[in-house]
């Protein structure tokens, strides 16, 4: 079982610097689970999948006075559903994804986003799910997404979504790579020997994990008011 307390022995035994303490180590490591977790871009272009064990579900409550509402205060990456309260999948811009808020645009012929009504078509932009029509009464939405992960605190804590056979080597890596790259080797070019062999060493347990994680994919929820689709069911 990886803890916060074996990972800050681990790191401080390769930093061999007290000037590294409990407090700053624990304050590293929880940001390279949130680095991790929110996804790493790979030499090949590529950027690291969502970590399976942060997905959750959260609701947005509408406005009946604006277009848009913010996610839920946990939300860190990749809205791929979202169901209004009979259970039906409000979907995205033709063509694109939830992602896709200029295609929103596009699609309406209100482009302030004034269109009162059901809500038939949603996007997110920034934190904020936006969608039209505008509901006379509020309603609650299901968002599907991948939450931030929980910091740890705790010598007992566990990193939040990476797979404990991987979570040594890629916190200690990636702590290690941004310590020594931006501290201890040269801040001007990041080109120290532990940088490098830190940062080779991270890339690896980084492929690891992604042939772990396998396939990118999700439940997927169909309604009649899909655009494009007509599955009338929903199905895993």
């Known amino acids: 079982m990886t803890t916060l307390a074996s990972l ?57 006075s604006a277009a848009y509402k913010s996610l839920p205060s946990n939300y860190q990456r990749k809205v791929f559903s979202v169901v209004d309260s009979s259970g039906d999948k409000i979907p995205f811009p033709s063509g694109g994804d939830y992602y896709s808020f200029q295609l929103l645009l596009n699609r309406l012929q209100k482009k302030d986003l004034s269109e009162t009504g059901s809500i038939y078509i949603c996007a997110i932009k920034g934190s904020n799910l936006y969608y039209q029509g505008i509901p006379s009464v509020s309603e609650d939405l299901t968002v599907f997404y991948y939450k931030k992960p929980t910091a740890m605190s705790g010598d007992n804590d566990e990193p939040d979504g990476l797979p404990d056979h991987l979570a040594v080597r890629l916190l200690k890596h990636y702590v290690c790579r941004e310590i020594m790259g931006a501290e201890i080797e040269d801040a001007d070019n990041s080109q120290g020997v532990g940088f490098k062999y830190h940062t080779a060493r991270l890339y690896e347990a980084l492929t690891d994990l992604v042939d772990f994680i396998g396939d990118d994919t999700q439940p997927e929820y169909y309604a009649s008011n899909y655009e494009g689709n007509s599955d009338l069911a929903i199905c895993d």
């Open 8 to 64: 800050i022995t681990t790191i401080s035994g390769i930093l061999d610097d007290d000037d590294y303490t409990p407090a700053i180590l624990t304050t590293r490591i929880n940001e390279a689970v949130e680095e991790i977790a929110a996804g790493i871009r790979m030499p090949d272009g590529m950027i690291s999948p969502p970590l399976p064990d942060l997905f959750t579900t959260g609701t947005v409550s509408t406005s009946i």
